[in-house]
C-alpha cells in the first residue's frame, strides 16, 4: 500500500494517519460530515477505534473496513428515521421474499447512492491510499446466483429510491455458489468463502430470534380459548438469527431493511456430551443446524440435497413471517389488520411454502378461524413467476413433506379439498380440469405443485415480461387463469440505473447527464426518452462512444458534471 506524505493543518508533512493517532483528528470524528476532511478523519477514527490498527500495520482490508464504516455511518442516521416510520401503526409496507439476492458490491453503489463518491474518492486519495484497489478488495455477497437474484436487488435499490417502506427477506449464507478458478484451461469449482474477512454493511440481531420446526407429527389438542386445534409436535428445532443489511437509495433518507437469517443450534453445545469425552457429539447439534444456512442452492441430485433445499426454503419464510408478525403486534395493530399493513412479495415458487406457513401461524399458534385466516393470507401474498417450463416448477414428494413438514401437509390437503370442491362446483363434469390444477399432481408419483399453492394463496400474479405474462396465461397457468383472470399482470424486468449506469458505465452515464439533466438517474422511463433526438447527433455519438482519458487510481471518475474526460 503507497503512503504518500500529506500536510497537516500545522503545515507539517508528515505519514497518513500520524496525526491521527497522536492529536485531535480522531476525537473529532463527525459520522455524518461530508466534507473530505471529514471524511479523512471519519476513515483515521474507524482504522483506529473499529479496526485497532495503526497505518503502518493496517492491510488492504483494514482500509476496505474504515472506509466502508465510514460509508455506513453515513446510513445509519437515515435507517434509524426509517425504522421509526415503520413502527408506526397502520404503516402499509412491503416485504419481498426472494431465495436470493444477488447485489454486487456495496461500496461504489452506496457512495453514489448517498452523493459522497467525489468526496470520498479525495479523502481517500490525501491519506495516501489508493482509490481504486479499496474498491477491488470488496468481497461480492454471495447472495445470488442468477436473473431471479439481480431483479430482487434491483427491485430492493428501487423500492429504497422510491421511498416506499419495504423490507427484503432471504438467506444468509455463509458460502456462495462457488467461486471459479482455471487449473490447466479447464474450470474448478471452490468455495466461495465470501464472509472469510468480514462483512461491514451487516448489523447482527441476535435479540430477533425465531425457532423453526421440522419432523415430527402432528395431534390435537385444545387452546387457551378451549377450542380443539391440531397441535405440531417437531422432531427437531433451530433457531434463525436475523442480520440486517440497510439498502440505500439514491439521494434520499428512505433505508430499507435486507434481512437475512443464519440458521443455529437451539444450544449449540452439549455440556453432559462433552463431559464424558464425546467431543464430537457435543456440537453435533450445532453443526446439523448451521447446515441450513452454509451454502446457497445445494446440491439436490440426491434426497438428502432435497431435504436441505426445502428445509432452506421453509427455515427462511418461517422466521420472515414470525417477524412480520411480530412487528405488526409491536406497532400497536391487531392481528386481523394483519393484511391490511402487510403486502408480502413471493419471488417464483421458493418461498411458496409461505401460503401454507401464514396459515398455520394465524390458525395455529394464534387461534384464527380458517376462512379468516385464508381470506388474510390471499390478500397479503402477490406471486411473480419466473418460467414457462412445466419442468422447472417447483414439486416437492409427498414423503419427503411429510417427513419434514407434516403439519404444512395437512394444511396443503385442507386448502386443496376447499378448491377443489369450488372447483366441481364450477365445472361439475370435468375430471380432468380438477385434476390437472389440484395442488397434489397425482399422475405418478405424488407431489405438491408449489406454483398452484403460491396461484391459489396469491391475490396477484405476474411475468417478468408482456410476452412471457400472455404466455403464462396460456399455458402453464391457464387453468389459473381461468378462474381468476383479474389475478394477473405484467411487471416487465428492469434493471436499477444506479448501478448498471451510473456504477458500471460512469462515462457514458455523465456524458447523459450533459446532455438531459441527472433525472434519468431516479426516473429512467420518464426521461431517457429525451435522448431520442441526438440519435443522429454525430457529436453526442462520440463522446457517448469514446474512450476516457480520465482515470484516477485505476478507475473512471464517477462525476455527473462537466464534459466528460
Not at 473499529?50 to 482490508?61: E, G, H, S, V
Not at 455440556?271 to 444456512?293: C, H, L, P, R, W
Not at 440426491?302 to 421453509?314: E, F
Not at 419466473?386 to 396443503?412: C, G, N, V, Y
Request: charged fraction near 25%.
Amino acid at each position: 500500500m503507497d503512503r504518500a506524505k500529506h500536510t497537516n493543518r500545522s503545515g507539517k508533512k508528515t505519514r497518513p494517519g500520524k496525526d491521527a493517532i497522536n492529536g485531535n483528528e480522531i476525537a473529532q470524528s463527525d459520522p455524518k460530515g461530508e466534507t473530505i476532511e471529514a471524511l479523512r478523519r471519519n476513515i483515521m477514527y474507524n482504522l483506529h477505534y473499529r479496526r485497532a490498527r495503526i497505518p503502518r500495520t493496517a492491510t488492504t482490508n483494514d482500509w476496505y473496513m474504515a472506509v466502508a464504516y465510514t460509508v455506513g455511518d453515513h446510513i445509519t442516521s437515515r435507517l434509524i428515521e426509517t425504522l421509526e416510520a415503520v413502527c408506526q401503526k397502520g404503516v402499509r409496507y412491503v416485504s419481498y421474499l426472494s431465495a436470493e439476492f444477488l447485489l454486487g458490491p456495496h461500496l461504489v453503489n452506496n457512495m453514489v447512492n448517498l452523493g459522497i463518491y467525489e468526496q470520498m474518492q479525495e479523502a481517500v486519495t490525501s491519506l495516501g491510499l489508493d482509490f481504486g484497489r479499496l474498491i477491488e478488495q470488496e468481497e461480492e455477497p454471495g447472495l445470488g446466483n442468477g436473473g431471479l437474484g439481480r431483479l430482487a436487488a434491483c427491485y430492493m435499490d428501487s423500492l429504497a429510491t422510491l421511498g416506499i417502506k419495504a423490507v427484503g427477506y432471504g438467506v444468509r449464507y455463509e458460502f456462495g455458489i462457488f467461486d471459479q478458478e482455471i487449473h490447466d484451461g479447464w474450470q474448478v469449482e471452490v468455495t466461495d468463502k465470501w464472509l472469510r474477512l468480514g462483512n461491514p454493511w451487516e448489523i447482527e440481531r441476535p435479540e430477533i430470534a425465531f425457532e423453526v420446526k421440522f419432523g415430527g407429527h402432528t395431534k390435537s389438542c385444545v387452546d387457551r380459548k378451549g377450542t380443539c386445534r391440531k397441535c405440531w409436535v417437531p422432531h427437531r428445532v433451530v433457531k434463525g438469527v436475523a442480520y440486517d443489511t440497510p439498502i440505500v437509495g439514491y439521494k434520499v433518507n428512505s433505508v430499507p431493511l435486507l434481512r437475512l437469517w443464519k440458521a443455529e443450534a437451539i444450544e449449540s453445545f452439549n455440556f453432559q456430551a462433552f463431559n464424558v469425552g464425546d467431543y464430537s457429539g457435543a456440537v453435533d447439534e450445532k453443526v446439523t443446524s448451521e447446515t441450513i444456512s452454509k451454502v446457497l442452492y445445494p446440491n439436490d441430485d440426491s434426497s438428502v440435497g432435497k431435504q436441505l433445499r426445502l428445509a432452506q426454503q421453509y427455515f427462511f419464510v418461517s422466521c420472515s413471517l414470525q417477524d412480520l408478525i411480530r412487528v405488526h403486534l409491536m406497532a400497536g395493530n391487531t392481528l386481523d389488520t394483519f393484511h391490511k399493513c402487510n403486502a408480502i412479495q413471493l419471488n417464483d415458487t421458493h418461498p411458496s411454502i409461505a401460503v401454507a406457513e401464514l396459515m398455520r401461524l394465524l390458525v395455529d399458534e394464534h387461534s384464527m378461524a380458517w376462512d379468516q385466516a385464508w381470506q388474510m393470507t390471499t390478500h397479503s401474498f402477490a406471486y411473480t413467476n419466473h418460467t414457462l417450463l412445466p419442468e422447472a416448477l417447483e414439486k416437492w414428494s409427498l414423503p419427503l413433506f411429510q417427513d419434514m413438514l407434516p403439519r404444512h401437509l395437512e394444511i396443503i390437503y385442507e386448502i386443496n379439498q376447499r378448491f377443489l370442491d369450488a372447483l366441481r362446483l364450477r365445472y361439475p363434469n370435468d375430471g380432468e380440469r380438477v385434476a390437472r390444477l389440484s395442488l397434489i399432481d397425482e399422475a405418478d408419483k405424488k407431489y405438491i405443485r408449489m406454483a398452484h399453492l403460491a396461484s391459489v394463496g396469491s391475490h396477484a400474479i405476474n411475468g417478468v415480461a408482456a410476452l412471457h405474462s400472455d404466455l403464462l396465461k396460456k399455458t402453464v397457468l391457464r387453468g389459473i387463469y381461468d378462474l381468476w383472470p383479474e389475478k394477473f399482470h405484467n411487471i416487465t424486468n428492469g434493471v436499477t440505473p444506479r448501478r448498471w449506469m451510473v456504477c458500471s458505465n460512469p462515462r457514458l452515464a455523465r456524458v447523459i447527464t450533459r446532455v438531459i439533466g441527472d433525472g434519468w438517474i431516479s426516473h429512467l422511463e420518464d426521461n431517457l426518452r429525451n435522448l431520442e433526438k441526438y440519435a443522429d447527433d454525430s457529436v453526442f455519438q462520440k463522446k457517448a462512444g469514446g474512450r476516457s482519458k480520465g482515470k484516477i487510481n485505476g478507475i473512471y471518475p464517477i462525476s455527473l458534471e462537466g464534459e466528460p474526460g
